[in-house]
């Protein structure tokens, strides 16, 4: 069985929100109870809090390792500025039990089970998987070169991979394996 999962957790947050705001649609279909389309939604609220505090948090983090590196080494004696702030924790939902990947499939796969269940259905709530097929020794990643913290970092779509080699171009037609980075 294809899992229908999306892969990262900005995705999953995406695809919760989106089937929370549907799911209410076929609550009679399916003979959901207002407790269960009701806790899709806070689930969905809760996921994408903690997603939004954890990126917040990096921030920070991030914010706070370059002042500490200009506080202890700053040969070209640029200027150390303010402290940086912490950030503005936005307003929390209530707050859920854990487990809210096992609720969503759990649910979605009872869907799944009804009589009345279709694609069309299935795609609207996103709970089935669009089949992907690629010839994997010809499919090329699409990729792009970021900076982050002044260091280089490849930025790539996953389309159902794994994770992508990286070749140097050596020149008169080879090429050296530099590395291999997952997603």
Aim: zero cysteines; glycine letters at 6%.
């Amino acid at each position: 069985m294809t899992s229908f999962l999306k892969n990262t957790d900005h995705e999953i947050a995406d695809q919760l929100e989106n089937w929370s705001i549907k799911l209410p649609k076929y609550k009679t279909d399916f003979s959901l109870t207002v407790a269960e389309v009701n806790a899709a939604l806070a689930d969905a609220r809760y996921f994408r809090y903690v997603l939004t505090l954890n990126r917040l948090h990096d921030a920070y983090q991030y914010e706070l390792s370059l002042y500490l590196e200009r506080l202890k080494n700053n040969p070209n004696n640029i200027a150390l500025g303010g402290f940086p702030t912490l950030p503005v924790m936005p307003t929390a939902p209530a707050e859920v039990d854990g487990g809210i990947l096992d609720r969503f499939i759990a649910l979605a796969e009872r869907i799944k089970q009804n009589t009345l269940f279709n694609n069309e259905i299935g795609q609207d709530l996103g709970i089935i998987s669009i089949p992907y097929n690629s010839d994997l020794t010809t499919v090329k990643a699409v990729a792009t070169i970021i900076t982050r913290a002044g260091q280089p970092a490849v930025k790539w779509m996953q389309h159902g991979l794994d994770g992508i080699e990286i070749w140097k171009d050596l020149g008169e037609g080879s090429f050296a394996l530099v590395g291999f980075e997952k997603n």
